[in-house]
Nanobody, 123 residues
């Protein structure tokens, strides 16, 4: 079984910074693409940023220039550095990853989600 555990959320004033972390653990062969998504109550979950195992990144237009996604493949960990935070960034942030495991001797890649971490930006 694979688990994704996020940390680093909290309350910050507008213009401030936070750094989220997400660690993948379990019987992992490799972690492929990873990403961050966010969701506001009553709205659809939306993409924030993604990063491939090779380090290629992609960002939502709303966070370009303010957020930076990175990863440490040796630690199966990804990070989201969030700067110049705005009240509209307030949401639950979720970690997502495509993880390869071995099940009954066969390689399998499945998509996993973390439990989410709350980020609140006050004006």
């Amino acid at each position: 079984q694979v688990q994704l555990v996020e940390s680093g959320g909290g309350l910050v004033q507008a213009g401030g910074s936070l750094r989220l972390s997400c660690v993948a653990s379990g019987r992992i062969v490799s972690v492929n693409a990873m990403g961050w998504y966010r969701q506001v109550a009553g709205k659809q979950r939306e993409l924030v940023a993604t990063i491939t195992s090779g380090g290629t990144t992609n960002y939502a237009d709303s966070v370009k220039g303010r957020f930076t996604v990175s990863r440490d493949n040796a630690k199966n960990t990804q990070y989201l550095q969030m700067n110049s935070l705005k009240p509209e960034d307030t949401a639950v942030y979720y970690c997502n990853a495509n993880v390869e495991t071995i099940v009954f001797g066969f390689s399998r890649i499945e998509n996993y989600w973390g439990q989410g971490t709350q980020v609140t930006v006050s004006s």
